[in-house]
């Protein structure tokens, strides 16, 4: 299996990005998804997750009304649209695939490589 995220960059506060991430070697539709992060010195976090359908979301409540987590089943993509960036959001971000909807990082299998996210004061 493999997870390939893109999307981040350098954005200023306020500013928007979104990340996608492409999976192969495993049936996209019958796993849920999540996105995490992790800043220097920090542990990773949960940032969002959703279902195989796409019909249930969840996110962290340091990101909930500004992260929107969404999927396209027929392209193998998972994405994480992040609105209204703050520094604190600077981390490396990472999509992983989960038999379960979790916000547990230990029940996800599979790990993408990450892609750095730098939200400018």
């Known amino acids: 299996v493999q997870l390939q995220a893109s999307g981040g960059g350098l954005v200023q506060a306020g500013g928007s990005l979104r990340l996608s991430c492409v999976a192969s070697?495993?049936?996209?539709?019958?796993?849920?998804m999540g996105w995490f992060r992790q800043a220097p010195g920090t542990e990773r976090e949960f940032v969002a997750a959703?279902?195989?359908?796409?019909?249930?979301?969840m996110t962290a409540g340091s990101v909930k009304g500004r992260f929107t987590i969404s999927r396209d089943n027929a392209k193998n993509t998972v994405y994480l649209q992040m609105n209204s960036l703050r520094p604190e959001d600077t981390a490396i971000y990472y999509c992983?695939?989960?038999?379960?909807?979790?916000?547990?990082?230990?029940?996800?299998?599979?790990w993408g490589q990450g892609t750095l996210v730098t939200v400018s004061s």
């Open positions: 992983a695939t989960s038999s379960i909807w979790s916000r547990q990082d230990n029940r996800y299998d599979y």
């Open positions: 959703i279902t195989k359908s796409g019909s249930l979301t």
């Open positions: 070697g495993r049936t996209f539709n019958a796993y849920s």
